[in-house]
């Protein structure tokens, strides 16, 4: 249907009017719940028959790269929980983004340090984790302060 009878029935769009560092973290929570549930997912995740709770044992690998454990997997839904509830605020939001970022570029930092064949590497980390917590530390950081600018 075109013209204007096409809008007056359309669903409402959740985002509309919402502030874009709203929009921005509940949309990265909502990537980590999905890669928090996808941890879990054989095929996805290679290896499900070797995941461990913890610790650089586990021979579970998210899409074959991102070595992964349930602990791991705990933290992403988590994380992506905390995210929805702080996305409700604009203050939250930002926070979500900027102090989760700075969560991540530790955990890059821990990546960096800890000897990945050893009892310390606990939730566990390899290569491409540290990769991918610098970029997310990095654009987390940078969509909390790009988007939750005030504008005049």
Do not use: C
């Not at 913890?54 to 070595?67: C, I, K, N, P, T």
């Not at 917590?133 to 990095?138: A, E, F, N, P, T």
């Amino acid at each position: 249907m075109v013209g204007p009878m096409a809008h007056s029935r359309a669903r409402a769009n959740p985002a509309e009017g919402k502030p874009p560092v709203r929009r921005a973290a509940a949309t990265v929570a909502v990537v980590f719940l999905l890669v928090g549930v996808l941890g879990f997912v054989p095929g996805i995740t290679s290896g499900t028959g070797d995941l461990r709770f913890a610790g650089h044992g586990s021979g579970a690998f998210l899409f074959g790269v991102f070595q992964v454990s349930v602990l791991h997997n705990l933290v992403h839904l988590l994380f992506g929980v905390a995210g929805l509830a702080l996305a409700r605020t604009v203050g939250g939001a930002r926070t979500f983004l900027v102090g989760g970022g700075a969560v991540y570029l530790v955990l890059w930092l821990y990546g960096l340090a800890v000897d990945h064949d050893t009892g310390a590497n606990v939730l566990p980390v390899n290569d491409a984790d540290g990769w991918l917590h610098l970029g997310l530390g990095v654009g987390m950081i940078a969509l909390g302060l790009l988007t939750g600018r005030v504008r005049r």
